[in-house]
């Protein structure tokens, strides 16, 4: 029997510390040309993608919690890459998102050049090539609270917003 409380002890502090991984610290700039650092010292939701095709589902994300939170401070970073090509064409892929995005989301969506390969650790391998969305709810010191991946579901909203009102 003492065996067995001392597994499920260890259990549940690997548990723990999985839940307490940090997001990595990373600036980027957002539509309207406004370079900012994260985590940003508030509680915040990030949504993640890294290919074209993750964004529909990164806006079904924004809708969906938008609605469940209004104050909670939402940031879509779409991380583009840092090859001689991607930092060339970096004014027109601001010119293209900026045409996609509605102008009111604008200061919350912040392009990301760097780091990739720390993202691709975080969210496992070859994540770069995924045409999900990661989404990461952030403390203020940088832990990562609640993390998704894929489109929202019912569960997965819910498990989100228990923590953001467990955090707020």
Same mark, same amino acid.
């Given at each position: 029997?003492?065996?067995? *409380?001392?597994?499920?002890?260890?259990?549940?502090?690997? &548990?723990?510390?999985?839940?307490?991984?940090?997001?990595?610290? +990373?600036?980027?700039?957002?539509?309207?040309?406004?370079? @900012?650092?994260? #985590?940003?010292?508030?509680?915040?939701?990030?949504?993640?993608?890294?290919?074209?095709?993750?964004? $529909?589902?990164?806006?079904?994300?924004?809708?969906?919690?938008?609605?469940?939170?209004?104050?909670?401070?939402?940031?879509?970073? #779409? *991380? &583009? !890459? $840092?090859?001689?090509? &991607?930092?060339?064409?970096?004014?027109?892929?601001?010119?293209?998102?900026?045409?996609?995005? #509605?102008?009111?989301?604008?200061?919350? &969506?912040?392009?990301?050049?760097?780091?990739? !390969?720390?993202?691709? !650790?975080?969210?496992?391998?070859? @994540?770069?090539? @995924?045409?999900?969305? +990661?989404?990461?709810?952030?403390?203020?010191? !940088? $832990?990562?609270?609640?993390?998704?991946?894929?489109?929202?579901?019912?569960? @997965?909203?819910?498990?989100?917003?228990?923590?953001?009102?467990?955090?707020?």
């Amino acid at each position: 029997m003492r065996m067995r *409380l001392i597994v499920i002890l260890f259990f549940l502090a690997c &548990v723990e510390i999985e839940a307490m991984q940090k997001v990595p610290s +990373f600036t980027a700039t957002n539509l309207c040309m406004k370079t @900012s650092s994260f #985590p940003s010292k508030k509680l915040e939701l990030l949504i993640f993608g890294f290919q074209v095709e993750s964004y $529909d589902t990164v806006i079904e994300w924004v809708r969906t919690v938008r609605r469940q939170n209004a104050t909670l401070a939402i940031h879509t970073v #779409p *991380l &583009v !890459g $840092d090859s001689l090509t &991607v930092k060339l064409l970096r004014p027109f892929i601001f010119t293209a998102l900026r045409n996609k995005a #509605p102008e009111k989301y604008h200061e919350n &969506v912040f392009l990301c050049f760097d780091n990739l !390969g720390t993202f691709e !650790g975080l969210f496992g391998p070859n @994540s770069a090539e @995924s045409k999900e969305a +990661f989404v990461l709810l952030v403390s203020p010191q !940088g $832990d990562i609270l609640w993390q998704g991946k894929g489109r929202p579901s019912q569960s @997965s909203c819910k498990k989100l917003h228990d923590t953001v009102k467990a955090n707020a």
